[in-house]
Structure formats: C-alpha cells, structure tokens
C-alpha cells in the first residue's frame, strides 16, 4: 500500500498525510494503538437492570471480544504482523493485555479474598487462549478448527459461550453449569462439570 492509495481513500492531499505521520509504519501504529486502546477502555454495556452472572459477564466480554475482531479481521492481522515488525507496537499490545489481565485478577482477588499471583497467571492462559482463538477463527482460519465448529452447530458466539464455560470452571470453580448455556454447548458444559 502507497501513501497515496491512504490519501485517496481519505480524501486528502498526499502532502497534509505527512503533517500528521512522518511515514506508513507511524500511521500504522496509531490505527493499531486507537483500535487497542478503545477495545481495552471499554466497559461491557449493562443490559437491562438486574444484575448479570459471573457467567453472564465472563461470556459478554468474550462475545464482544470475538465481535471486534470479526469485525476488524484485517487489522487483527496487521496486530500481529506489525508486533512483529515493531517492537514498540508489540511492548504497546502486551500492556493492554495485561492491563485487562490484572483487571480480571483483581476481581477473583477481590471476589475470592484470593492473595499471590495465581489469578493473574490463570488470567494471562485464559487470555491466551481467545487469542488464539481469534487467530484460528478469524486472522488465519484454521480449516479442522472451523469443520469442528460448523459440525457442532456454533457460530461466533457459541464458540465465545463455550470458551466462557472455561473461564467460570477456572475463576469461578464452585458455581455449576448456568443455567443459560445454549443447547450447542451443553455437551462441551456436561464435559467440564461431569456430575453437573
């Protein structure tokens, strides 16, 4: 992509594209950083008045998760192909990570009167694997993955229920299956809680 290709699309003059950014890699880093800073700033939307379920919660920010990067599939793709170009964009990603991963530890904390780092850690793996997800699903489709999506009837957001379920076994241990897991992830629920 040429500056001017960016500049046609804004209609802009090419020169007043270099009063803002010195080249395409800056501007690159701002879109990637705006899209990285308003996912993370953002607080789940509260539906309604009644208060949500730990279930209810973990599942809306993975569902939203999910959604914006389905959404922003190319730009998804350009956070990891620039992170690993430039090592300023890959140190700025891995903030926001954790940013959002010491806010989830400090709510089990919180919650679970839990102390040491061990909700932290379990944030970080549990992040980790949206992440891949998100890849497998969406950056770099990964075929089996989404044959085995397909043959189990989910779409996006059974695949975010599902992996919510993950989520509630590991923070939240002593709840059972809620009562709201959607008939295409009931077996994968039945699987974490056997005598559930």
């Not at 690159?28 to 208060?51: C, I, K, S, Y």
């Not at 059974?158 to 923070?171: T, Y």
């Not at 002593?174 to 709201?180: T, V």
Request: aromatic residues 8%; contains cysteine; hydrophobic residues 50%.
């Amino acid at each position: 992509m040429r500056v001017i290709d960016v500049t046609e699309v804004a209609e802009i003059a090419e020169g007043s594209f270099y009063v803002y950014f010195k080249d395409k890699t800056e501007a690159t880093l701002a879109v990637l950083t705006d899209l990285l800073d308003n996912f993370f700033a953002l607080e789940a939307p509260r539906e309604g008045l009644a208060p949500r379920t730990a279930y209810d919660s973990i599942r809306l920010a993975n569902r939203r998760w999910i959604a914006v990067c389905r959404a922003n599939a190319g730009l998804m793709r350009c956070i990891l192909q620039v992170g690993d170009e430039a090592p300023e964009f890959a140190q700025l990603s891995q903030r926001a990570n954790a940013v959002w991963y010491e806010r989830v530890a400090m709510g089990t904390k919180r919650r679970r009167g839990e102390e040491g780092a061990a909700p932290l850690l379990a944030a970080y793996l549990l992040g980790g694997m949206m992440d891949e997800l998100v890849r497998k699903l969406i950056v770099y489709p990964d075929l089996d993955l989404m044959a085995l999506r397909d043959a189990m009837g989910l779409d996006d957001d059974g695949v975010a229920d599902a992996s919510s379920l993950v989520w509630l076994r590991i923070f939240h241990p002593d709840q059972p299956i809620p009562a709201n897991v959607p008939e295409s992830v009931a077996a994968f629920a039945r699987l974490l809680w056997p005598a559930g």
